[in-house]
């Protein structure tokens, strides 16, 4: 522990190229490009399937066989399909993300209750319609939860860029295993969590923000506790 204290009161450790900020922007970038490239992916196959009901299997099927694939060693393989680049833990971490993600927008469209659905069409709406202006609006809640898992998966496993000569917080890791620092690591693996708690507290405030009141629980369809319902 007092070599924890003492790396983070280091100053060296929070400027330059290799201090404390320029690592967490760096594990940002990542982080923020892969998310992005897969909900542009997964966002639009899961409305359009949710949606028409068609592929429901074939994607439930993609989303386990994604979800098996080992992140290490894809980045393994593609490290030496492309050199050491950005791409090869880009595109391990999206497809990482690709999942929750997927799956999360899926369930959301299908839980939509089917008679608010023949309603917005029995008022006139065409399929367009009823997709964004009732479907996802609804939908929203478990669309915002596979991004925020997502994002805690990418955060997690974006430390493996560091495995091939990028940067992020994951260098900590990576060079304090190297020349068995420790303290370092222990550093590195703490920055990590905050760094999480922090995302998934933004987002939590952004779910908050766009979800509509109406499908948030609520105090009263919250269950009430044995005493307060035997009192009522």
């Known amino acids: 522990m007092t070599g924890i204290v003492e790396w983070f009161a280091d100053p060296a450790n929070w400027t330059g190229a290799d201090g404390v900020p320029t690592r967490l922007l760096e594990h940002l970038s990542y982080t923020l490009l892969a998310l992005v490239i897969a909900a542009a992916v997964a966002i639009p196959l899961g409305l359009w399937i949710g949606h028409t009901g068609r592929g429901g299997f ?32 880009i595109v391990a971490l999206v497809i990482l993300a690709i999942p929750p993600i997927l799956a999360g927008t899926y369930s959301g469209v299908q839980a939509v209750d ?90 939590a405030g952004v779910q908050r923000a766009v979800v509509s009141p109406g499908l948030r629980p609520s105090v009263a369809t919250r269950p009430r506790p044995r005493r307060l319902r035997a009192v009522a």
């Open 58 to 89: 074939a994607v439930v099927s993609l989303a386990n066989a994604l979800r098996a694939l080992p992140t290490f060693g894809l980045l393994v393989l593609l490290a030496n399909a492309f050199g050491i680049a950005l791409t090869p833990p």
């Open 114 to 203: 089917r008679a608010i659905v023949d309603a917005a069409r029995g008022m006139g709406m065409d399929e367009r319609e009823v997709l964004f202006r009732v479907e996802l609006p609804n939908a929203l809640p478990l669309i915002l939860g596979g991004v925020r898992s997502a994002t805690l998966q990418i955060i997690a496993t974006a430390t493996i860029a560091a495995y091939v000569a990028l940067g992020g917080l994951g260098r900590f890791i990576i060079d304090g295993l190297s020349v068995r620092n420790f303290a370092e690591m222990a550093a590195g693996s703490i920055l990590l969590a905050l760094l999480a708690i922090a995302a998934d507290l933004v987002l």
